[in-house]
């Protein structure tokens, strides 16, 4: 049981680029979870998945977020043309398929600077 | 909507001392899951306890205990004998049980930094 997994650790980029951050989850957790830290805070509550399927999306997830889990295992958060507002620690976790399925496992998350 | 505060930003205590960290919440829900995660200083958040709001009994595991009082809709962390490593960053954090209207996502409170000094 290797962990959750997250790539790139720490992204810089400039206003109006795109990013994208991958997410390997424990193996054989069918539930997989993306948070937003800004500095100081608690997390915040993006989206979820089971399997393939993305269940929940929060407001905070603007129109130039996305999200996929396209074959249920590894995840994807992308953001297109990036703001100063969007830098922040992006944390990953999943979560088991039955018993203890309320549980979540953390990610090293990723930390986006946005200049 | 479920609300989670913590209402001590920053605690310290002495090595081998008790510490205990607050945390209330609020929601309509009967049924419900609630967590302290820790995340020390640059590193990964791990669960540290975890209680069902259905069983009557504080949770404990090792060093760390829990205060649950449902009907105040409190949830307290008491750390005995603590030591240097449980130096972080600790989070509350709530969830409703399945088929209820946020089950699967965390809510969480705001932190509450903890320093063990030697």
Known sequence: ?115 | AQTVTQSQPEMSVQEAETVTLSCTYDTSENNYYLFWYKQPPSRQMILVIRQEAYKQQNATENRFSVNFQKAAKSFSLKISDSQLGDTAMYFCAFMTRAGGTSYGKLTFGQGTILTVHP
């Open chain 1, 1 to 115: 049981d290797t962990g959750v997994s997250q790539n790139p650790r720490h992204k810089i980029t400039k206003r109006g680029q795109n990013v994208t951050f991958r997410c390997d989850p424990i193996s054989e957790h069918n539930r997989l979870y993306w948070y937003r830290q800004t500095l100081g805070q608690g997390p915040e509550f993006l989206t979820y998945f089971q399997n393939e399927a993305q269940l929940e999306k929060s407001r905070l997830l603007s129109d130039r977020f996305s999200a996929e889990r396209p074959k249920g295992s590894f995840s994807t958060l992308e953001i297109q043309r990036t703001e100063q507002g969007d830098s922040a620690m992006y944390l990953c976790a999943s979560s088991p398929r039955d018993s203890g399925q309320e549980t979540q496992y953390f990610g090293p998350g990723t930390r986006l600077l946005v200049l």
